[in-house]
């Protein structure tokens, strides 16, 4: 719970603080008061008494007046006890502590942090922490860490889970010139995690007045709903939310047992959760901050770029990069751009990258830049200027400043030499200038911004019949539900799927064969993956055939049966759901059959999901061309394709307790979708 006392406080004791600038109660104290907090301050230390540094100092904490909020910098040990006196005593409403040694360290530490998080919780108090470096807001500075960045209320708010990697991303954003309206290290999230964060900057936002941008470096996901939620609904107020998610690596992923299982994971459902809820997803700390500075400035409306450099490399490099990202770098031509070449240096060019040589002029980049403004038909324009070390740049920056002021269009700096313009860069980041120091970077997080997909919720499923699914699952127990019942799981979700039939006896093989006619598929019941086993013939046309493919099949390791159904042509598809624990189910889909081995390349989402998301998931499959229909091949129905991960969407919902399913093969035809082969798994 965010309290007003936590955001802006009257009064701070430093419990643990010292006149050692050395020692995090040192350093808090150190900043505190360089900061210019202006409401009182007083300081806890069992070794000294009346005052450290001009504040009012007490031997132990009973001694201290009502207070808002407390830092602790002090062994764990002794915060329980501290703060039962903060919360029951000294009408404490926010409590930050430092100090490390609770649920990251040790079962005492744990039950620490328990006792702890359970009287805040009683007395309503905000708790941020344990095991972290502090806060930052606009009232105070309480970090005992350096570098302290500039504050601003149209600056970026910036949550992170670990204490030493918010001081490194500081340190990279200060290089760019950016500015913070707040900071919250969370550390231990005993009580308020990042998805709390969210909702308070959500319920607290103003479009115009609020942080415009909130980044987030996050090591847990406690509450992936609530962080979707809050997430969702700062991107309608037109805030943008930019995050790293680390741990993906998933060496202790869980052993799956379907196709399904195998491909999804939970960072897949990380990725899928960012997506649906307008995330843009960085991996490394260059990334989030370059991230985080590009949505700084004003919203690009298109995906036309102009380049305007002195420098050949960086701009093709620059250009590579956008391109193959699908930003347009379009060609510059006619009169206008001849007139522009007119009032460059001979030898430059005005094609886009527009490149006005190493001798080009202030002023030249000034008449470059209104081109793009006025004449040419571009959404932003990047200018790489660097500096050989002849001449000054202070000119060239001051023009970018003073055109940014004017200009619609973003003005984006890639202000590359940090050695030789050293201090013209650093007198543009003073004057209020976010510059990028490596172009190919800036490409690509820019690139990542204007391809994240419009992020859209999903209000209601494809009508299932949920009486008799839930009569299903009810009366089955864990493990893989029957061919009979998967059957009528499939049809009381409305997913097409072919006539089949399992027998356990020859003559009953030849009767369902008569009744479904020829040709035949056949298939073993009991192991799971039938290809591996010889489990699985097709285009069976005739009796003696059926009778010997029988008879092998009925001898092959865990067979219990054999299943028959018609053979049915068309593109091979699949789709799968594997529920994720807090995240709920990813639903996934691509082609199938082998190929979903072969060439893993399958979309996901996070149910529930919307028309225009499965949509999108079936068009950003590698493998679309194929779904479509090429060289004369017939293409899929991709209506009905749709609806069918919507339908598997729907199913997930109504029956939480599937653990994983395939469908695979779906047979997709311009006619029809058709569930061939399905597994269904239930874990309660």
């Known amino acids: ?172 954003a200060i290089q760019l010139g950016l500015k913070f309206a707040s900071i919250f290290s969370i550390g231990n999230s005993a009580q308020i995690g990042v998805e709390d964060m969210l909702e308070y900057y959500d319920q607290s936002y103003v479009h115009g007045k609020s942080a415009p941008v909130k980044m987030l470096y996050i090591e847990s996901i406690n509450d992936p709903q609530k962080l979707l939620k809050h997430a969702y609904s700062l991107y309608r107020k037109g805030a943008r939310v930019v995050a790293i998610k680390s741990g993906y690596s998933e060496a202790g992923s869980r052993a799956a047992s379907s196709h399904t299982g195998a491909m999804a994971s939970p960072d897949k459902a990380v990725s899928a959760l960012f997506r649906k809820a307008g995330i843009i997803r960085c991996y490394s700390r260059m990334e989030l901050v370059t991230t985080a500075a590009i949505m700084m400035f004003s919203q690009v409306k298109g995906r036309k770029m102009a380049i305007i450099t002195h420098a050949g490399g960086p701009a093709v490099m620059l250009t590579d990069v956008l391109s193959s990202n699908d930003i347009e770098i379009p060609n510059f031509e006619g009169d206008k751009a001849k007139a522009l070449l007119n009032e460059l240096y001979p030898g430059s060019s005005v094609s886009n990258p527009i490149d006005f040589l190493a001798t080009g002029t202030a002023d030249q980049l000034g008449k470059i830049i209104d081109a793009c403004e006025n004449d ?156 591996d086993v010889g489990g699985v013939v097709l285009n069976i046309c005739d009796d003696h055939t059926l009778e010997m493919e029988y008879k092998r099949m009925m001898r092959i390791d865990g067979c219990i049966g054999v299943l028959l159904q018609p053979m049915i042509s068309g593109t091979q598809l699949f789709v799968g759901a594997k529920r994720e624990d807090k995240f709920g189910h990813l639903v996934m889909c691509g082609l199938g059959g082998i190929y979903i081995e072969v060439l893993k390349d399958i979309s996901y989402s996070i149910s529930p999901i919307s028309a225009l998301e499965a949509e999108e998931m079936i068009h950003h499959l590698r493998s679309y061309k194929l779904i479509e229909g090429v060289r004369g091949q017939e293409g899929v129905n991709e209506a009905i394709f749709n609806e069918t991960i919507r339908r598997v969407s729907a199913l997930c919902s109504c029956a939480p307790e599937i653990f994983e399913m395939d469908i695979n093969p779906l047979m997709g035809n311009q006619k029809s979708v058709t569930a061939v082969d399905a597994r269904i798994r239930i874990e309660k």
Not at 8 to 36: F, R, W
């Open 1 to 172: 719970m965010i309290t007003k006392q936590l955001i802006s406080p009257k009064s701070i004791v430093v419990v643990g603080g010292s006149e050692d600038v050395h020692k995090p109660g040192g350093a808090i104290l150190e900043n505190l008061l360089s900061t210019g907090f202006k409401g009182n301050i007083y300081v806890v230390n069992p070794k000294a008494s009346g005052e450290i540094r001009g504040c009012r100092t007490f031997l132990n904490i009973d001694g201290i007046p009502e207070v808002d909020l407390a830092i602790l910098a002090i062994p764990a040990k002794f915060c329980v006890g501290t703060v039962e006196t903060l919360c029951y005593k000294k009408n404490c409403g926010a409590i930050i502590i430092i100090s490390a040694g609770f649920a990251e360290d040790s079962k005492e530490g744990a039950e620490y942090e328990r006792k702890i998080v359970e009287m805040t919780n009683d007395v309503g108090a905000a708790l941020i922490g344990p095991n972290c470096v502090g806060v930052i807001t606009p009232s105070y500075t309480g970090v005992f860490t350096k570098p302290i960045p500039s504050l601003s209320p149209m600056g970026i708010d910036f949550v992170s889970g670990s204490g030493a990697t918010i001081v490194f991303i500081l340190e990279l």
């Open 376 to 531: 040419f038909n571009v959404d932003s324009m990047a200018v790489i200027f660097g500096n050989p070390g002849l001449v000054s740049s202070y000119g060239a920056y001051d023009k970018i400043l003073e055109k940014q002021k004017v200009c619609k269009k973003p003005i984006f700096p890639i202000l590359t030499s940090i050695v030789n313009a050293k201090d013209e860069i650093e007198q543009f980041r003073n004057k209020g200038g976010i510059t990028f120091p490596e172009e190919v970077i800036f490409g690509s997080c820019f690139a990542k911004i204007a391809n994240i997909p419009e992020p859209i919720l999903c209000n209601e499923h494809p009508p299932v019949d949920k009486e008799k699914i839930r009569r299903i699952i009810n009366n089955s127990g864990n493990g893989y539900l029957t061919p009979e019942k998967t059957q009528e799981i499939l049809d009381a979700a409305g997913i097409n799927r072919v006539k089949e039939l399992v027998v356990s006896s020859y003559p009953e093989a030849i009767k369902a064969a008569r009744e479904i006619g020829w040709p035949l598929v056949m298939k073993v019941v009991g192991p799971v993956h039938k290809s």
